[in-house]
């Protein structure tokens, strides 16, 4: 069933259009030199806060909003009179 599945997954993928991406950077992408990789050394010497104050608490903001969230997700997802509801409804 699976190996279905997965034919037909493929089968999918190969009727989809995909976007031009040819000529989508402007002219200074293809001019710039390609990135210099940073060695272990000199992310260390790096400081540790980089960004603005307003930035740190926008991101903790986030933070502790999907923290939230996730403590809502992780409590049940069927409430207990609906699970009673359900069980009686089985008997």
Known sequence: MQS???A???ALLGCTQFPQLD???GPEVE???YPRLLSV???RAIPESTTSV???TALLGRLRGLQARVARLRGPVIDRATRARM???VR
């Open 4 to 6: 279905i599945r997965f």
């Open 8 to 10: 037909l997954c493929l």
């Open 23 to 25: 000529g989508s950077e």
């Open 31 to 33: 001019g710039a030199a």
């Open 41 to 43: 050394e000199e992310l």
């Open 54 to 56: 307003e930035v740190q």
């Open 87 to 89: 069980t009686r409804g």
